[in-house]
Each structure stands twice: as C-alpha cells, then as structure tokens.
C-alpha cells in the first residue's frame, strides 16, 4: 500500500514522484518505459512563445491564455523551477539560467537555432555573449548523429544577431572508434566515463582546433555516469570554453536527467518500476483503489489513497486516436478534449497543429473532468503534458507546464489541501 501511486516517467511524473519522496510520503512510481527524457535536449523550456524576451515573460503571456494550463498554474512556477534546480544540484547535476534569464539562440544540432535560458552546465555556455569568439563545431567519423559540417554550413547561412565571428567545423577520429559496430550517443557517453580513454580522445580534439578565440561545440556525449569529471576534463584539455550540443536520441543529458530524479525518488524512499503498462483498474465509486501492471509473471497490484496520471499526451501515447477518430485516454478512459476532426489537417503538420492541444482538463486540483465538468475521480490528479491547452512545440513550455503541475499536485497531495 501506498500512499501516492504516479504513473508515468516523464518530466512530470518524476519531479513529482521526487518531491512527494522528499515530503515523506510513500510513493510508488509506475511506468511502460522511458519517458521524454530520453530524447529531449536535457535543459527546461519553459516558455518562449514569439516575442518573449524571458521565460518569466513567456509565462506570463500564456498564462492570459483562455484554457492554457499556465492560466491554472502560474504561480506554481516559480517554486516549482527553484525547487527543481535546487534537487537537481543536490542530485550532482547543476544548471544555469534562470527564468528572468534573457532566451537567447542556441545552436543545434542541425544547424538551426532555437531559443533557451536554463541550460545544463554543460550547455551553459552557449547562452553567454560571443563577444567576437568563433564557433568550432566538432564531429566524430563514424558517429553518423552529428554532421559537424552540415551544421555549420546551415548556421553560417541563419540570421543570428550577436552570434559568433565565423563558425567552422571539425571531424576527428576517436580512439578505437573502428572497432566499435554501433557509434551512439550512450556509446559514447559510456566511453568518455572512461578517464584514460577521455584524455586520448579530448587531446585528439584539442589537436584539431585551428588557431584563434575558439569557443568549441561538442557533442552532448561527455559522460554519463562520470559527467561531472568529463565536463572537468574537457575545459582543461581544451583550455576554451566548451558547450555540449544535444543531437538524435537517445540523449546523453537526457540520461543524466533521469538518473538525478531517479536517484532521488528511490534515496527517499520512493520505488520505481519502469517497463510495464497498466492492464486493469480496480474503482469504488469515484475513487480508484488500485491499478494493475504487467509484470514479469503475474500481475502487481498497486493499491493507494491518491493517484498521479502522467503518461502524456499524444506524443506519449498517453492519448490514443482510435480507428474513426476518437481519441482516448489510456489507463483511466478519461474525457479527452479535442478540436473537431475536420481540423486535423493542418497547414503545418509540427508546429501549431490543432491536435497538439488535446488533452484532459482539470479542475483547480488537476483532477480530470468528465464530458460534463464534473471530477471523474476524486482521488486522480493529471500533470504534464496530459493536460489541454498547449501548443508545447511553438511555445516551447512543455518543460514548465511539466514542473508547476508536477509541484502543484505533490503540494496538494502532501498537506491535503490546494498548495498555493
């Protein structure tokens, strides 16, 4: 038995599995696999809708939004981001930024620029003024998820005001790399946790930089459980600074994400179990007695007092569409509110599609509602990108919608009241 039963390791479910922990709750985190972690940049969009000089601002703007999940939880952001950051550099993985930051253009891994202002350390420098430094992008041969020369070709062409003096591009040849028949960013990663291989590969780097003020783009696989002394290695062997660039999953900083949540969760006291999806639901009344996962022989029963929906959206598979175009949530068969079908076919396919922002809407306590308004369950809340009313990839706050909601519930849920 449980106190807090949260389903779903994304963003959401794990920061608020993690304060729940640290509240001294007994809470139990179950999940069908690994979440958004896994495959995002590892910093925090938090908002940036077009305009917005900060994340603050950015919030503030949809927060006036009809409907938008950042109406309901504004302030819950604030604390939310801080305590975040907080557990996260107690957990050995230290960001920079904050949200009255300025967002400013980082490069990708493409080549394309994207706004950001709270990056890991290991980005952070990407944010700092160029000062008429150049960019040095490297790449590694036989590592075919970054293309140090596309990219810079691509951001050399982009209109981005302040940038860097000139950018070039590298290609280097890591130590014992034609050996290896899968070159992936965790391959990677685990090389570089390696600090004799690390030096022979960060001096094959510093080898190839060509005279000058360089500040040099790696790419984001320096360590993932030795990151830190990684991190450490590269800026001296370099002697520049030096910023990690995320590319294709899985990602690296994504990992370390992960594993700093993780750590805490289970160093409080709190369970995981990731790899099994919900297959039965007990309910009496309007409350839910327990789920039931798969498991390696048999099912688990998981019964508690409160229960946390973050499995997502329709990215997560959180929401399905069925067949005739009705969509559906997945564990709980939940109401999901959704723009008419006759919408779906969207001038533009990624960003600002109409379906993004299906979702379920909530009362003031997250709990989900029917088609009729009402609570479906008094004892369910619903975070992250469960929830309606964003278009997370134009205005870059899954990250933050994630985080308040996450801090909004844990809150909720460990005084028995709303937290404000």
Same mark, same amino acid.
């Given at each position: 038995?449980?106190?807090?039963?949260?389903?779903? &390791?994304?963003?959401?479910?794990?920061?608020?599995? &993690?304060?729940?922990?640290?509240?001294?709750?007994?809470?139990?985190? +179950?999940?069908?696999?690994?979440?958004?972690?896994?495959?995002?940049?590892?910093?925090?969009?938090? @908002?940036?809708?077009?305009?917005?000089?900060?994340?603050?601002?950015?919030?503030?703007? !949809?927060?006036?939004?009809?409907?938008?999940?950042?109406?309901?939880?504004?302030?819950?952001?604030?604390?939310?981001?801080?305590?975040?950051?907080?557990?996260?550099?107690?957990?050995?993985?230290?960001?920079?930024?904050?949200?009255?930051?300025?967002?400013?253009?980082?490069?990708?891994?493409?080549?394309?620029?994207?706004?950001?202002?709270?990056?890991?350390?290991?980005?952070?420098?990407?944010?700092?003024?160029?000062?008429?430094?150049?960019?040095?992008?490297?790449?590694?041969?036989?590592?075919?998820?970054?293309?140090?020369?596309?990219?810079?070709?691509?951001?050399?062409? +982009?209109?981005?005001?302040?940038?860097?003096?000139?950018?070039?591009?590298?290609?280097?040849?890591?130590?014992?790399?034609?050996?290896?028949?899968?070159?992936?960013?965790?391959?990677?990663?685990?090389?570089?946790?390696?600090?004799?291989?690390?030096?022979?590969? !960060?001096?094959?780097?510093?080898? @190839?930089?060509?005279?000058? &003020?360089?500040?040099?783009?790696?790419?984001?696989?320096?360590?993932?459980?030795?990151?830190? @002394?990684? !991190?450490?290695?590269?800026?001296?062997?370099?002697?520049?600074?030096?910023?990690?660039?995320?590319?294709?999953?899985?990602?690296?900083?994504?990992?370390?994400?992960?594993?700093?949540?993780?750590?805490?969760?289970?160093?409080?006291?709190?369970?995981?179990?990731?790899?099994?999806?919900?297959?039965?639901?007990?309910?009496?009344?309007?409350?839910?007695?327990?789920?039931?996962?798969?498991?390696?022989?048999?099912?688990?029963?998981?019964?508690?007092?409160?229960?946390?929906?973050?499995?997502?959206?329709?990215?997560?598979?959180?929401?399905?569409?069925?067949?005739?175009?009705?969509?559906?949530?997945?564990?709980?068969?939940?109401?999901?509110?959704?723009?008419?079908?006759?919408?779906?076919?969207?001038?533009?396919?990624?960003?600002?599609?109409?379906?993004?922002?299906?979702?379920?809407?909530?009362?003031?306590?997250?709990?989900?509602?029917?088609?009729?308004?009402?609570?479906?369950?008094?004892?369910?809340?619903?975070?992250?990108?469960? !929830?309606?009313?964003?278009?997370?990839?134009?205005?870059?706050?899954?990250?933050?919608?994630?985080?308040?909601?996450?801090?909004?519930?844990?809150?909720?849920?460990?005084?028995?009241?709303?937290?404000?």
């Amino acid at each position: 038995m449980a106190d807090v039963v949260v389903i779903g &390791a994304g963003l959401a479910g794990l920061s608020c599995a &993690a304060e729940l922990s640290e509240r001294g709750a007994r809470v139990f985190l +179950a999940a069908k696999g690994m979440a958004t972690t896994h495959w995002t940049h590892g910093g925090l969009d938090v @908002a940036a809708p077009p305009g917005a000089r900060t994340s603050r601002d950015g919030a503030r703007v !949809l927060s006036r939004i009809d409907g938008h999940p950042y109406a309901l939880l504004d302030d819950a952001l604030v604390p939310a981001i801080g305590g975040h950051l907080a557990r996260l550099e107690r957990a050995g993985l230290a960001f920079s930024g904050s949200l009255d930051a300025p967002l400013v253009p980082i490069p990708t891994a493409i080549g394309a620029l994207r706004p950001a202002a709270i990056l890991p350390d290991a980005q952070a420098s990407a944010l700092e003024a160029w000062n008429g430094d150049g960019l040095l992008l490297v790449g590694y041969r036989r590592y075919r998820d970054v293309w140090a020369s596309y990219s810079a070709r691509n951001l050399a062409r +982009a209109d981005w005001p302040g940038g860097p003096r000139r950018i070039q591009a590298v290609e280097i040849d890591l130590p014992g790399a034609d050996e290896l028949n899968n070159l992936n960013a965790r391959t990677l990663g685990l090389l570089f946790d390696r600090p004799a291989w690390r030096q022979r590969a !960060l001096r094959s780097v510093a080898d @190839a930089v060509p005279p000058g &003020a360089w500040r040099i783009g790696l790419p984001a696989t320096l360590g993932v459980a030795d990151h830190a @002394a990684a !991190l450490e290695d590269a800026r001296r062997v370099l002697g520049r600074q030096v910023f990690e660039i995320p590319s294709l999953p899985p990602s690296v900083p994504g990992m370390r994400l992960y594993e700093a949540l993780r750590s805490t969760i289970l160093g409080a006291g709190g369970r995981m179990q990731v790899g099994f999806e919900v297959v039965r639901v007990d309910v009496e009344g309007r409350r839910i007695a327990a789920i039931h996962t798969g498991a390696a022989t048999r099912t688990l029963r998981l019964a508690a007092d409160e229960f946390v929906l973050a499995t997502g959206g329709i990215g997560g598979e959180g929401i399905r569409a069925e067949p005739d175009g009705t969509l559906v949530e997945r564990v709980f068969g939940l109401h999901v509110e959704a723009p008419s079908r006759e919408t779906w076919f969207s001038d533009d396919p990624l960003v600002g599609h109409p379906i993004e922002a299906v979702g379920l809407r909530t009362d003031a306590e997250l709990r989900p509602l029917t088609a009729g308004g009402e609570p479906a369950f008094d004892n369910l809340r619903a975070i992250g990108s469960a !929830l309606a009313g964003m278009h997370y990839l134009a205005e870059r706050c899954g990250d933050g919608v994630a985080l308040a909601s996450a801090h909004r519930a844990a809150g909720a849920l460990a005084t028995g009241r709303l937290a404000a």
